[in-house]
Structure formats: C-alpha cells, structure tokens
C-alpha cells in the first residue's frame, strides 16, 4: 500500500487556516521569549499540536512566512543575550552564570567548536585556493642554476 498522497492534508489536526495562524504567532511568540522549541505546545478547544506538528505545518511556506519564525528566533537569542550582558557587566548580580552557563552551552552552542566551511561554489575562495595552491607548487620546485 502505498498511503495518502503526498502533500495531503488528511491528517491535518488544525484543520481552519485562522486557528493554524494563532498556532504559529503563539510558537512564534516563545521562541521570541527564548524558550526551546521542543517545550512549545498548542491547545484550543478540542485542538491541540505541538512543535513537531507546527514543524511539518511551515514546510508550507506560503501559509507560514519564515521571517516570523526567524524574527522570533532572534528575538529569543536576543533575550538571553542580555542575561549574559548584564550579568557580566555587573548589572544583574543575581543572574546564576552556573546555569546561564549551561543554557548557552544547551541552546545556542556558544562553546562548541565552529569549522567555517566555504561555499563549494564561491569564486573568492576558489580564487584565493588556486593562488595558495600554486605558491605551494612553485615553493615546492627545486631551483634551478641560471648559470649552467
């Protein structure tokens, strides 16, 4: 058996467009509070979803515009962002570093190591590899005497 079609809106649990969107602006509106995605959840009336439903639901773009999510996200990181600022700066003694510590390291990956990858197709980083592989292959070639 091959299942529903792919795309289908069988499954749908919040099936009117407007309780869909009041869904989004409230995950939306968490992660603008800087709370975890994953500890999001919708309930209204006899509907309810959660965060891997909203998840599926963006797939569809022209519905769910990405600048909100992405706006929210920033919102979010902005948040605790100033926890951290004021904490160091002394503005905010009572902050727990110990645990602003551990929803940084948690969230945002602030201590983990980043490998930069270059584009594959980005013509400055082509341009300037071809130029350090060529200083390596003229570096590498033995000398030759111009007066033999």
Same mark, same amino acid.
Not at 38 to 61: A, F, I, N, V
Not at 77 to 89: L, R
């Given at each position: 058996? *091959?299942?529903?079609? @792919?795309?289908?809106?069988?499954?749908?649990?919040?099936?009117?467009?407007?309780?869909?969107?009041? &869904?989004?602006?409230?995950?939306? /509106? !968490?992660? &603008?509070?800087?709370?975890?995605?994953?500890?999001?959840?919708?309930?209204?009336?006899?509907?309810?979803?959660?965060?891997?439903?909203?998840?599926?639901?963006?797939?569809?773009?022209?519905?769910? /515009?990405?600048? !909100?999510?992405?706006? *929210?996200?920033?919102?979010?990181?902005?948040?605790?962002?100033?926890?951290?600022?004021?904490? *160091?700066?002394?503005?905010?003694?009572?902050?727990?570093?110990?645990?602003?510590?551990?929803?940084?390291?948690?969230?945002?990956?602030? /201590?983990?190591?980043?490998?930069? @990858?270059? *584009?594959?197709?980005?013509?400055?980083?082509?341009?300037?590899?071809?130029?350090?592989?060529?200083?390596?292959?003229?570096?590498?070639?033995? @000398?030759? /005497?111009?007066?033999?």
């Amino acid at each position: 058996m *091959a299942g529903a079609p @792919k795309g289908n809106k069988y499954a749908v649990v919040l099936k009117d467009k407007d309780l869909r969107q009041r &869904a989004y602006k409230s995950f939306c /509106d !968490h992660l &603008a509070k800087g709370k975890a995605i994953k500890s999001w959840w919708y309930e209204e009336g006899e509907y309810s979803c959660t965060w891997g439903t909203m998840l599926s639901y963006m797939q569809d773009t022209k519905e769910f /515009d990405p600048i !909100h999510k992405e706006l *929210a996200e920033s919102k979010g990181y902005n948040f605790w962002e100033n926890v951290a600022e004021e904490s *160091a700066i002394g503005k905010n003694s009572r902050a727990n570093t110990a645990s602003l510590q551990m929803v940084m390291r948690n969230k945002f990956g602030w /201590d983990k190591e980043q490998q930069a @990858k270059p *584009a594959p197709n980005d013509p400055v980083i082509t341009e300037l590899l071809k130029s350090l592989n060529e200083q390596v292959i003229d570096a590498t070639k033995p @000398k030759t /005497d111009s007066k033999l």
